[in-house]
Structures are given as structure tokens and as C-alpha cells.
């Protein structure tokens, strides 16, 4: 844990004040000492070790770079919110904005370095002795306390290292290097300054950490649970929210509000943009501008999750009558997107293909179709893979897997998840849905216009599958109970 630190180039703004020498030295004294209490860990501590041991194991003998990101300019000298990488945060606990620029290293011996920029100290003659009060990007007085090195071994159980001191491992002989490339410019341009590491297969590495996190362990279930359940009190927050919103010039934004605030009180805030779509809006797949006004006579689709602080989120999605009653037409439509998610449900079960699933909801909405004679083919002919013409009324498929990322394990291979069978521990959605084009003259006008999506959230169980938000109502009748209970 030796600091080193070499002099800091001060990140400081353009209408920023002079500081005086004498200002300086007094900045410097009568500090009382505030360190982090002896217990404190990172949450799920005791699961970590095992992680990056199985890391490890994939590539033995093997140095590999796993970083936390860097800092994204949203407008001139102000930055986006920092979340860390989600491989970086699996294989540490660490889950701050003050993750900023840090780095993993595994070791060829499989011991895990973390290197950090420690705690900006209070003065004392140290290169970064002003930047606790002088640094807006890092400095403690702008963005908050951030552990020194030996709190930083504390929490994780991890030794530590100053960041100053990584540039060592791309000098010299180095053992065969990975990179998880594309996440930390900077770690980016050092690596590539190395001979040894751009040739090692840094697409390995992403798709390893991917694939190591296809299987969720029991902490990571009950902080998807927790996820699950943050988001149901979010989305009875919207529903109770509907009498405002509809007074509201954007009520889409009203409610998008609405379930914000819950995301952020009780979580890190939402998983991904919240989308609140009413009306023709619904049948834009990631409508996030959210700026439309209500209608009473139209539907609402809510797509949202809350991330916890462990960064794990939840994806819902449920279409609800604006009214709190379906029109006939409404509850038509309503009922094949559901037969379509039930059926899409019973095909979940250890070894079945990933694709089952999906197949099995696409068939019913592609059979709905053809019954409503939308479809200028049969329903067989429209699932050939030759044919897809029922994919005009739908589009996307039908899930996805669950976890630290609302697409998570995006990087694995597709014969382990694509083209692969499901497997006991594995959390995923399933989330048919019907988006009927406004000018669509395929469909009778009757139909224009209408989105709805269904989704839920599913651990693949020994037997088959459990709902894990199976707390929010799927069927109309329920649905027009619970938001009259809601709405009072």
C-alpha cells in the first residue's frame, strides 16, 4: 500500500477564484481525523473472492485489466453521473462515483491488485495536498469523500495500489496481458503503448466476464429481488400519480418523475431511461423523450427499473388503461400479448433452448394476427423463417438475461446464450409486445395506434421458472382492480 503519487495536474474551473499562498497553507491545518469505521465492507463481500477466482482460472498465468471507467463530458466543464463498468463492480463490490479511473488487476498468481487514487490528503506538503478543496472532479469539498488506500483494502479485502504507479505494469517484461478495452481511454492508450497487450485477445476478456455472470449466486438473486420490489412501489407511485399527470401539459413526464423519485430515494436511481409512452408513443419500442400530453381514452406502456445500490436493476413493463378501464378493442389486444407472455413462460425450463421461449410467444401473436385477418398470409406461412411478415406488428424479440446490465452478458458467445439452453439460476425477462403504427394501413383504424408490452421478470428454477415480479398485475380485470384500489 506504498503511495507514490506524482504532482496532479488541479482540475479547476474557468471562473474559478485565485488562491492566495496564505489561504493554501490555511487550508491546510486543523483537520480532525474522520476515517471509515473499522466493519465497513462492501456489500456482498464475502461473494467476491469467488468471482475473481473463477476469473482467474479462465486465463491462468495470465495478467488481466479490468477498469472502472472514466468520466463523460455532458456540457462544457460538467460530467454525467459515473456508474463503474459492471464487470468492474461484479469483481470488487465497489459501486461509487468516486470509482472514477480505477483499476483491477489480476495477477498471473491470481491475486488481485486494486489500483485507486486514494484520499486527497488535508495539506501537509503532499503533491495533492490542495486538491481536496481545489479540484472539481476529484477533490473531496466538490464531489464527496473517497477511501484512502488502506480503508480501500478494508472494504474489499483486496490489496491496493496507487493509481499513479499502473503505468509500471505496460513497462518492462510483462507476463501475457488482457485488457478490457473500450472502457477507460486512458487505461486504453497505456496498454497500447505496450507491445504485449494489444495482441492478447482483449475480446476474450469481455466475453469471459460476460459468460462468468450468465449463472446469478444467491446474493445476486435477492438484489434482484430487492430491484423487483423497489420497481412494484414504483410503478403504484405512477398509477397514483395519473390524476396530476393528466392535468399535465407533459404528463408523460409527470410520471416519468414519478418513478424516478422512488428510483432514486430507494436505489442508485433507474436501470435505464425510463420510458413512459401513452398513445401512439407506445408503439415506439424506446420511446424515452416522454414529453406527451395524456389522453384519458388512450393506453400508457411504463417501462422501468430501479437499480439498486449494488447496481443490479429490475425491467417491468405493463400497459395500462389511462381511463383505469380497457376499451373492447383495448382488452383485445391486451389478451393476445398476454396469451402470447404465458405462453412465452410455460417454454422456461433448464435445457430448453434460449430461443424456445420466444418462438412460443411469437407463435401466438402470430396466430392472433392471422385471426384478425391482419396478416396477408397464413400464420404458418408468416413463421417461416423465410417469411417473418408478422414481425411488421412487432419487431423485437421477446427477452433478454437480467442483472448488473438491463441486457446483461451482452458480450457472451452465442452458443452459450443465444443459441444456447437455459440453465437453472439464470434471471431474464420475457416481454412480447404488439406496436401498431398510427399509419399503418395494413390494420383496420380501429388498431392504429396501439402499443402494449407485457414483461416480467423470471429466475429459471430446477423445474422451471418463478415470476419474481409477479407482485404487479398482468390480467386486465386485475389491473383495473388494482389501479382503482390505487386511485382510490
Not at 509500471?168 to 507491445?195: E, N
Not at 383495448?330 to 404465458?342: F, G, N, W
Request: glycine share 10%; with cysteine.
Amino acid at each position: 500500500m506504498t503511495e507514490t503519487p506524482k504532482t496532479p495536474t488541479l482540475n479547476t474551473g474557468s471562473h474559478d477564484l485565485p488562491v492566495s499562498e496564505a489561504l493554501d497553507a490555511f487550508m491546510g491545518t486543523a483537520w480532525a481525523a474522520s476515517p471509515l469505521p473499522a466493519d465497513e465492507r462492501v456489500n456482498g463481500y464475502a461473494v467476491m473472492p469467488a468471482r475473481r477466482a473463477k476469473l482467474a482460472a479462465r486465463f491462468p498465468g495470465e495478467r488481466l485489466v479490468v477498469p472502472a471507467g472514466q468520466l463523460k463530458v455532458r456540457s462544457n466543464d460538467c460530467d454525467y453521473r459515473f456508474r463503474p463498468h459492471s464487470a468492474y463492480a461484479w469483481l470488487t463490490g465497489l459501486t461509487g462515483e468516486e470509482q472514477v479511473g480505477h483499476v483491477l488487476v489480476v495477477e498471473p498468481t491470481g491475486e488481485p491488485v486494486l489500483y485507486l487514487r486514494p484520499r486527497s490528503p488535508r495539506g501537509g506538503g503532499s503533491p495533492y495536498g490542495s486538491e481536496f478543496y481545489r479540484d472539481r472532479r476529484y477533490g473531496e469539498f466538490w464531489v464527496g469523500r473517497r477511501a484512502d488506500l488502506a480503508e480501500a483494502e478494508q472494504l474489499t479485502g483486496i490489496r491496493t495500489a496507487h493509481l499513479d504507479d499502473l503505468e509500471k505494469l505496460f513497462t518492462g517484461p510483462q507476463p501475457t496481458t488482457r485488457v478490457l478495452a473500450g472502457v477507460d481511454p486512458v487505461l486504453d492508450a497505456l496498454a497500447g503503448r505496450s507491445a504485449l497487450v494489444p495482441a492478447t485477445g482483449d475480446g476474450e476478456l469481455a466475453t469471459a466476464l460476460s459468460e462468468l455472470r450468465l449463472i446469478k449466486d444467491a446474493w445476486e438473486v435477492e438484489q434482484l429481488q430487492l430491484s423487483v420490489d423497489l420497481t412494484v412501489t414504483g410503478f403504484e407511485d405512477v398509477v397514483r400519480a395519473l390524476p396530476a399527470a393528466l392535468r399535465h401539459h407533459r404528463g408523460e413526464r409527470w410520471l416519468e418523475g414519478a418513478f424516478n423519485a422512488r428510483a432514486r430515494a430507494e436505489g442508485n436511481g433507474v436501470g435505464y431511461d425510463t420510458i413512459v409512452a401513452s398513445g401512439a408513443h407506445a408503439t415506439v419500442l424506446h420511446w424515452i423523450r416522454n414529453d406527451g400530453r395524456l389522453d384519458p381514452s388512450d393506453l400508457l406502456l411504463l417501462d422501468a427499473g430501479v437499480e439498486t445500490d449494488s447496481l443490479y436493476t429490475a425491467d417491468i413493463t405493463r400497459t395500462l388503461p389511462l381511463s383505469g378501464t380497457f376499451s373492447p378493442v383495448q382488452r383485445q389486444a391486451y389478451e393476445l400479448v398476454l396469451a402470447a407472455q404465458d405462453a412465452g413462460i410455460a417454454a422456461l425450463r433448464p435445457g430448453a433452448s434460449f430461443r424456445d421461449f420466444h418462438k412460443a410467444a411469437m407463435r401466438v401473436i402470430a396466430h392472433g394476427l392471422a385471426d384478425w385477418g391482419v396478416l396477408p398470409v397464413s400464420a404458418e406461412e408468416a413463421l417461416r423463417e423465410d417469411s417473418g411478415l408478422f414481425r411488421r406488428y412487432t419487431l423485437c424479440s421477446t427477452g433478454h438475461m437480467l442483472g448488473l446490465d438491463v441486457h446483461d452478458c451482452a458480450k457472451a458467445r452465442a452458443e452459450t446464450y443465444l443459441d444456447g439452453v437455459l440453465e437453472e439460476g439464470q434471471v431474464l425477462t420475457v416481454e412480447p409486445g404488439l406496436y401498431l403504427q398510427a399509419d399503418d394501413e395494413t390494420l383496420p383504424a380501429e388498431l392504429r395506434g396501439l402499443g402494449i408490452r407485457i414483461e416480467d421478470d423470471l429466475i429459471i428454477t430446477a423445474d422451471g421458472a418463478r415470476m419474481m415480479s409477479g407482485a404487479l398485475p398482468r390480467t386486465p380485470d386485475a389491473i383495473e382492480s388494482w389501479m382503482g384500489n390505487l386511485l382510490g
